[in-house]
């Protein structure tokens, strides 16, 4: 049986192992194959061993070319063209025969051609091996683009698995991805990666595995791989994962709807196109950075500051800045707004004794409308009441959603990683590492001085801050508005965009600052443990009236930024307002947090003294006790001697007598220490006397604090 350049040879106990001729020798002694299926250089055979098993039927020559190309001219790419012709050029050049077939000399045409067509070896070898084993003929070195993608908007079916040979054999079986597969993979990705508790894809293929590719081990009672069965590789599984679901699908799948737009959605809008124009403040709370110490004593720790910022959306500007140690709370909330409407100059001289220019912080009005977060305090019935009293409009957020008002929620971020490396005290996340120091004892500032701080970094971020990212409007442009938070509010303001308003600082005291009810007494007018007095209540004799006819409640504003002073309304229009009386002068200026802090650290130290007070209470009553006993026996032994009993109807001789003993009793003591003790420095006869005026003196004290 004659054979010939590009028989193909199958085998018929494989029908997968073909083989193709590419050359037989000129005295017909061997010929040159390659496998079809799998390209490789050409291995020889003798004619005769060949022919052979074609007669006895172990190989059979096939007719249909399974490398056949139908491909015109003109449905080619550009790309393919040219990366055909360019290997055509090569095969050209180094395809001669025998030399080709000779492995040393393949080897030197090879090593040849790299050098002159910039081309490496590993190239040149791929396409001698895709020459060969796909037909010997020009289009035989096209590259495979056809396989790439979907065919006519449909997946490829595949007969066996697809993409590289595995490099390492093992016992699991693979297979090509069939649709019953394609069903196993999404219904335990639903079942096992899209859930709540977040595992990971490997913890998703594993449990799918055991679940429909394992069976029951007789011996052990566990599940074991069924290796009887193709198993999917998690390599398939990542694929198709990856072809069926796009990133965000897995977000809203696996964290939900929320999760997604708070931190994954794209950002592609603004909040300075939302606002308007000045006069939508945005307001929200956090915990700052820092320990802080009592301001009556730096040795007591009072721990983290509440913060409260309210920012103008438009120009970036800061509005006000609020710190208290008091939880977030209504109280807290109505002191952040009413330091956002009142004058900031005024504000930094009586809360902080801090001096200010006028035009470094000049925002003191009412705005049209303030965003808040779903915060208790923010959605309670108390904001309601005061913006309805003062015209604002309130706007609350989704829930969750702290990107809808991000200047605000950024500006916490920047001042309190500005100023926490100057702290002491600031919060250390690695101090809990080992050699690690506790920044809590490091804490020395005290809450007033913080806030001194806070003030500062606002200053500066309002009149100094570049906005290098803002979108400045034309008319911004063309009257070169820089993009400073300051100027942009200014701009703002000449503009009249933001439809500002003012209000008479009386009326925001009255609608913003808390309600609380004090106590008239005969002391003064009581309000948390303070006195306080005013003109009306001297001129109507408020506190006499207390002690004659008892104390009556009263309804005052105060501020809890300052104790200094309570308002008291007296009617629409008019208040009275209560200054401290001379006795607690000290708490001038102190904050109504500081205060009940102090009155609580006082109750804990009467708490902690309250065993020794009882144990020298106890030891007070058994020394009178035995004082008093030894009195009646020295009685009752003066009754059995037969003297005569007590003498009351002489009272005033018989004290005149005592004292006449007494004196007598005294001098002798005095004149047996002088004559006895001449040279003594110290004169021990006056030590009596000084004894007797200390404990005048400390009697006359107690009598006076009594008082008090």
């Not at 977030?328 to 220019?357: P, Q």
């Not at 200054?579 to 109750?603: A, D, F, N, P, W």
Request: net charge positive.
């Amino acid at each position: 049986m004659q054979l010939v350049i590009n028989d193909l040879l199958q085998s018929t106990e494989n029908p997968e192992f073909i083989q193709r001729v590419v050359w037989v020798d000129n005295e017909h002694q061997l010929c040159f194959l390659v496998n079809v299926r799998e390209p490789s250089f050409p291995y020889s055979e003798e004619i005769h061993s060949i022919e052979s098993s074609l007669i006895k039927g172990e190989i059979t020559k096939v007719a249909t070319e399974p490398w056949a190309f139908s491909v015109k001219e003109e449905d080619l790419s550009g790309i393919e063209i040219e990366k055909r012709d360019k290997a055509w050029i090569v095969i050209n050049q180094i395809y001669l025969i025998p030399d080709i077939f000779i492995p040393k000399r393949r080897s030197e045409l090879i090593k040849m051609a790299s050098k002159d067509f910039f081309l490496s070896t590993k190239t040149i070898r791929q396409y001698l091996k895709r020459y060969w084993s796909r037909g010997m003929v020009k289009n035989a070195l096209l590259p495979d683009f056809n396989k790439c993608g979907k065919q006519q908007g449909k997946e490829r079916k595949y007969i066996k698995k697809a993409g590289r040979p595995f490099a390492y054999s093992s016992s699991i079986q693979r297979a090509a991805i069939t649709d019953e597969w394609k069903k196993i993979i999404r219904i335990s990705l639903e079942k096992y990666y899209f859930i709540r508790s977040k595992p990971s894809l490997k913890y998703a293929y594993q449990q799918m595995v055991k679940e429909y590719f394992s069976k029951e081990d007789e011996k052990s009672g566990y599940k074991v791989l069924d290796l009887d069965k193709p198993i999917i590789s998690y390599d398939q599984f990542y694929y198709w994962y990856r072809k069926w679901y796009k990133p965000e699908d897995a977000i809203h799948k696996r964290e939900g709807r929320r999760e997604f737009l708070q931190n994954y959605r794209a950002i592609t809008g603004s909040a300075t196109e939302d606002s308007m124009g000045i006069g939508t403040y945005a307001i929200d709370a956090t915990i700052g950075d820092v320990y802080l110490v009592s301001s009556f004593d730096r040795n007591i720790v009072i721990g983290r500051p509440v913060i409260y910022l309210t920012v103008d959306i438009f120009s970036r500007c800061i509005v006000s800045v609020y710190a208290g140690i008091q939880n977030m709370s209504k109280e807290s909330l109505r002191l952040a707004l009413a330091n956002a409407f009142e004058d900031k100059k005024e504000f930094c001289k009586r809360t902080l004794d801090m001096d200010i220019d006028e035009n470094d912080w000049p925002i003191h009005y009412l705005p049209h409308t303030i965003l808040a977060d779903r915060g208790s305090e923010l959605i309670s019935n108390e904001l309601t009441q005061i913006t309805a009293d003062l015209n604002i409009k309130i706007q609350n957020l989704g829930p969750y959603r702290p990107e809808l008002k991000a200047v605000c929620e950024k500006y916490f971020d920047i001042l309190q990683d500005h100023i926490s490396p100057f702290l002491p005290g600031a919060v250390q996340k690695d101090f809990m590492k080992r050699g690690g120091k506790d920044y809590r004892k490091k804490a020395v500032l005290n809450l007033n001085e913080y806030v001194q701080i806070l003030v500062r970094t606002v200053l500066y971020y309002n009149n100094h801050n570049y906005l290098s990212d803002y979108p400045l409007t034309q008319s911004m442009i063309a009257e070169k508005v820089p993009p400073i938070p300051i100027e942009i509010f200014k701009w703002g303001l000449r503009k009249g965009t933001g439809l500002l308003r003012t209000m008479p600082l009386d009326a925001i005291r009255s609608s913003v600052l808390p309600k609380a009810s004090a106590k008239i007494t005969p002391k003064g007018i009581n309000f948390g443990g303070l006195y306080y007095t005013c003109a009306k209540a001297l001129k109507e004799r408020w506190f006499s009236k207390a002690r004659i006819k008892g104390s009556w409640s009263m309804g005052v504003h105060y501020d809890p930024q300052d104790v200094s002073n309570i308002y008291i309304r007296i009617d629409r229009l008019n208040y009275e307002v209560c200054s401290l009386i001379e006795q607690y002068e000290m708490y001038r200026g102190v904050k109504m947090e500081e205060v009940v802090s102090l009155k609580t650290e006082r109750k804990q130290q009467e708490a902690e003294y309250e065993e020794s007070s009882l144990n020298g209470a106890i030891q007070l009553a058994q020394d009178i006790e035995e004082i008093v006993k030894m009195a009646k026996k020295e009685a009752n032994n003066q009754i059995l001697n037969g003297e005569v009993p007590k003498d009351i109807k002489n009272i005033r001789e018989n004290r005149e007598k005592e004292r006449e003993i007494f004196k007598r009793e005294k001098q002798t003591v005095v004149d047996q220490n002088n004559i006895g003790k001449q040279s003594n420095e110290v004169n021990h006869d006056t030590e009596p006397v000084k004894v007797l005026d200390i404990f005048r003196k400390k009697q006359k004290e107690v009598l006076y604090d009594g008082d008090n």
